[in-house]
């Protein structure tokens, strides 16, 4: 997009990030309030609670070292490294966020050139 040998239509992130300013953003031009698209990466132990404390207590300050920082950055990721219960309270507020937007988008399928 730099180089202008393609054009971004909009962005699936509630806010244009950094660098895109200029990029409109799905919720903004279809007016789906709730719409956003994100990608999360997890570590799950599959074993107990406890585990996975441990787990993210050895792992989550990786995360926050500035040559991680600033790679992930520049490849449009934004390193959080939160808890299990917030990931889990992330997890839920999203699915009921896209929950609407689908409820949203299927009550207006038939006007969809509308959009």
Not at 89 to 115: H, K, T
Request: proline letters at 5%; glycine letters at 8%; one cysteine or more.
């Amino acid at each position: 997009m730099r180089s202008g040998s393609c054009v971004a239509l909009a962005v699936d992130h509630a806010q244009a990030q950094s660098g895109g300013a200029l990029i409109p953003t799905v919720c903004r031009e279809l007016n789906l309030p709730d719409y956003e698209v994100d990608t999360w990466l997890a570590l799950f132990t599959g074993e107990d609670a406890r585990a996975d404390h441990r787990a993210n207590a050895q792992k989550s300050p990786g995360l926050h070292l500035p040559e991680v920082s600033r790679n992930s950055l520049s490849k449009g990721a934004d390193p959080v490294g939160s808890s299990p219960e917030e990931l889990e309270r992330r997890r839920q507020g999203r699915a009921q966020a896209l929950g609407r937007v689908i409820r949203q988008a299927a009550s207006r399928r038939n006007n969809w050139r509308d959009w």
